[in-house]
């Protein structure tokens, strides 16, 4: 009988560590690249310009840069897991940036919109073709302060890249995630989880051998944020389901350098802007316009 049990034990065990292996392909892989739309910057009357940079392992990143003639600072926006620069177009505050003397670059991080790349690294990856993209700006467009605007998980991958790339000035964190077993779960449960205490590791390892990275140590910002010495603007809907305000907050506490948490009620995931569209790009200008400088100029106008 004993042997049966044990017998039962390692098939259903095997079965659970096949279905995390195929879960990670799945989170790897299998991600949406976002639908590729018809509208551009110019619907709104601004002047921009098709461009494409090189990541670090020579796959192509495309976007659109959004060119203020009057300003070299210019401001990064990162879409969050399986988005785009047409998803993000409506959402971020690209007319407000541009009509407070900053320049604009959206981009279709890798394995989205028309980029290269099939794989996702949850957010390590999307970081790379940040610190690439901020390269790009100040060799090919003279730009000397640099910002970053990320939602969700590209929010989590701007501040990665704040942490692993110089030049990058300030960032504004909507909606990130703080790690990724505070995102599987729900905080404070985890230990009382055994299925998470038991397969995450597993979980992890897998996307570790998948990737080649230390996918858990690398996007740990509970942990990573301790030596964030760039400014900080984390914001949060306390009714986010999809990440738990707890996630901002704990980046919040932890964050090692000048930083900012606005904690809105009534919004939901990536949802303060639709709330309190005045006030949120109000909050958003003001962060970068304090932290960004204008070498032709002093600030905005």
């Given at each position: ?66 060119d203020n003639e009057g300003s070299t600072r210019a401001v990064i926006l990162a879409p969050g897991k ?48 940040i610190a690439n993209a901020v390269e790009f700006l100040k060799e090919e467009k003279d730009v000397t ?76 910002l509970v942990e990573r944020v301790k030596n964030l010495e760039t400014p900080l603007f984390l914001v ?66």
């Amino acid at each position: 009988m004993i042997p049966v049990i044990i017998l039962l034990s390692l098939l259903g065990t095997g079965r659970a560590l096949y279905n995390i292996g195929e879960t990670i392909n799945g989170q790897v892989y299998d991600t949406p690249r976002g639908e590729v739309g018809t509208v551009n910057p110019g619907d709104w009357d601004l002047p921009f310009e098709d461009v494409e940079f090189k990541t670090s392992d020579d796959l192509t990143v495309k976007g659109w840069y959004v060119d203020n003639e009057g300003s070299t600072r210019a401001v990064i926006l990162a879409p969050g897991k399986g988005a785009n620069r047409w998803d993000i177009l409506r959402a971020a505050p690209v007319i407000r940036l541009y009509e407070n003397n900053f320049d604009v670059l959206l981009f279709d991080p890798r394995s989205t919109g028309e980029s290269d790349g099939d794989r996702y690294g949850f957010g390590y990856f999307e970081s790379q073709d940040i610190a690439n993209a901020v390269e790009f700006l100040k060799e090919e467009k003279d730009v000397t302060s640099v910002g970053v605007w990320g939602a969700s998980a590209g929010a989590s991958a701007g501040i990665i890249a704040g942490l692993e790339t110089p030049g990058i000035d300030a960032i504004v964190a909507d909606s990130p995630y703080a790690n990724l077993k505070i995102a599987a779960s729900n905080y404070g449960k985890e230990r009382e989880d055994k299925v998470m205490q038991i397969f995450f590791p597993f979980y992890m390892g897998i996307a570790r051998f998948s990737l080649n990275f230390d996918v858990y140590g690398k996007t740990n910002l509970v942990e990573r944020v301790k030596n964030l010495e760039t400014p900080l603007f984390l914001v949060h809907g306390l009714e986010d389901r999809a990440l738990g305000p707890i996630n901002s907050q704990l980046i919040y506490e932890n964050a090692g350098g000048p930083k900012r948490l606005w904690l809105v009620e009534g919004a939901w995931h990536v949802g303060a802007h639709e709330i309190y569209p005045e006030e949120y790009l109000r909050r958003v200008t003001s962060f970068f316009d304090n932290y960004l400088i204008n070498d032709k100029g002093d600030r905005s106008e």
